[in-house]
């Protein structure tokens, strides 16, 4: 594993201060290659599970990457006396663009994994950011309706299909059944291609959601429970605004089938879409060379060739 500085930046919402925890693969002093800024999924998960991004830095020294906890999550500042109408997108676009403020970054890549995604198409849609130079959309989305539409898909393919909607369903009301519900979807169409059991800590993020006395972690589903925005989201008919080049990848086996992130090739001004046969949900477990390969090539290549 790569070595790594952190820290927590301050982020400012309505005069009230929230902190947002962040971390550093390699130094942003050398500014021969722009940093890659990643945004985890979710909402309401935190960025460890990205990790094998450092991989990035470690394939190329010259390649900083950034990941950070989107606050209300992880080891960023948390909030559970807040509402829906304070958990917004806006409310992670803003935190985004104070985090490149404070980190002074002139020049930067952003990779947006599942929920990330949207939030990075999110942030070009509608503030062209300056000194973004592209785009990585992997295992995501440009409708939520699509979402729910492949996830029912998805989980109609297992023999005990009603037991787990019902797990589902309950939710927070039985914690219990439902992560053992979420680990059984997950190991068919997040990790199908990720062999090594029993799983490295850093790719259960939904620790953070249902806590962990031995690790002292406690719980909090205040992000995804309350964040009723996001269950409505929706980029179409803004593709068209996102005008940096894009790389978008998808996986054959992703719970997120490619149809749900297809309209970002057609209609999004410069992309390169790329599919992994051999991925479901998180490709940079699952076939790690691979993946850091193409988004290393990509990020060397500035993001200029090979698009359409």
Not at 8 to 29: A, H, N, Q, W
Not at 86 to 104: G, Q, R, S, W
Not at 170 to 187: H, M, Q
Not at 236 to 253: E, F, Q, S, W, Y
């Amino acid at each position: 594993m790569a070595l790594y500085t952190d820290g927590t930046l301050p982020f400012l919402v309505d005069g009230e201060e929230f902190k947002t925890y962040y971390r550093i693969y390699g130094s942003l002093s050398d500014t021969s290659l722009p940093p890659l800024i990643a945004l985890h999924g979710g909402p309401g998960i935190v960025s460890y599970y990205l990790s094998p991004l450092s991989k990035l830095f470690e394939r190329n020294e010259r390649q900083p990457v950034i990941l950070y906890d989107q606050v209300g999550n992880g080891r960023s500042s948390h909030f559970p006396e807040k509402g829906a109408e304070f958990i917004t997108i806006k409310l992670y676009v803003d935190e985004l663009a104070n985090l490149i403020d404070k980190l002074d970054l002139k020049e930067y890549h952003i990779l947006g994994h599942s929920f990330g995604g949207c939030l990075g198409a999110e942030f070009e849609a509608e503030r062209h950011p300056a000194g973004l130079k592209s785009l990585i959309l992997t295992n995501t989305l440009v409708d939520m309706r699509l979402f729910y539409r492949s996830h029912a898909e998805r989980l109609a393919t297992f023999e005990n299909a009603e037991e787990l909607k019902q797990a589902f369903a309950k939710g927070a009301s039985d914690p219990k059944a439902y992560r053992e519900a979420l680990n059984t979807f997950n190991e068919r169409w997040s990790l199908r291609h990720f062999k090594e059991r029993p799983l490295p800590d850093d790719i259960d993020p939904f620790v953070w959601l249902f806590g962990d006395e031995e690790k002292g972690i406690k719980g909090d589903r205040t992000v995804v429970d309350k964040m009723v925005e996001d269950k409505k989201w929706s980029i179409v008919g803004r593709i068209h605004l996102i005008k940096v080049p894009v790389l978008l990848i998808t996986a054959t086996d992703d719970m997120i089938q490619s149809y749900a992130a297809e309209p970002f090739f057609w209609e999004a001004q410069k992309v390169k879409w790329i599919n992994l046969e051999h991925s479901s949900h998180l490709p940079f477990w699952e076939e790690p060379e691979n993946y850091m390969r193409i988004v290393g090539e990509w990020l060397e290549n500035a993001a200029v060739s090979e698009v359409k």
